[in-house]
């Protein structure tokens, strides 16, 4: 009996300021086989042998994603590209998900994904430091936290 007999999923992801990892929990509790959630900041090191499908997320801020996001997809590329892939970013601005996605992800990884993903954002100011605060204190004309997270995007 060669491979896995069950369906076990991935969710690995990158976080600034709490958003990502809200929407990676929110998206496991709507998957119904075996998932398990990876803060790529605390693990960088996964095992993906365990895994069927892995799901890639990160925020984009000032258009650039995680860190730890890059260097896990580019660690693990021949090893993801022989898994079911899914990929999504939290960004403010849902027009550039192709160009953020292209940008941040090896185009590879990117042209293998069965579905990519656009889960919207948040905003934690609390969190920020005193320019990027500043900066969205400009963008968003407001300086009180909040979360515009799209679980309708989920289900795509």
Do not use: Q
């Not at 960004?91 to 293998?112: C, I, R």
């Amino acid at each position: 009996m060669g491979g896995i007999d069950f369906m076990r999923t991935l969710i690995a992801f990158g976080t600034r300021y709490g958003c990502t990892e809200k929407c990676s929990k929110k998206l496991a509790e709507m998957l119904s086989n075996d998932v398990e959630t990876v803060n790529l900041k605390k693990n960088l090191k996964i095992d993906l042998e365990e895994y069927n499908t892995v799901i890639i997320g990160g925020s984009i801020v000032i258009g650039k994603i995680n860190g730890e996001v890059k260097k896990f997809c580019s660690n693990n590329l021949s090893d993801l590209l022989k898994k079911r892939i899914g990929l999504f970013i939290c960004a403010g601005d849902a027009d550039k998900t192709g160009e953020y996605l292209k940008n941040n992800f090896p185009a590879e990884l990117v042209s293998h994904a069965s579905t990519t993903g656009y889960f919207g954002y948040g905003v934690n100011f609390e969190k920020l430091n005193f320019a990027l605060r500043a900066m969205m204190r400009k963008t968003y004309k407001t300086n009180k936290s909040f979360s515009k997270i799209l679980e309708d995007n989920f289900r795509r």
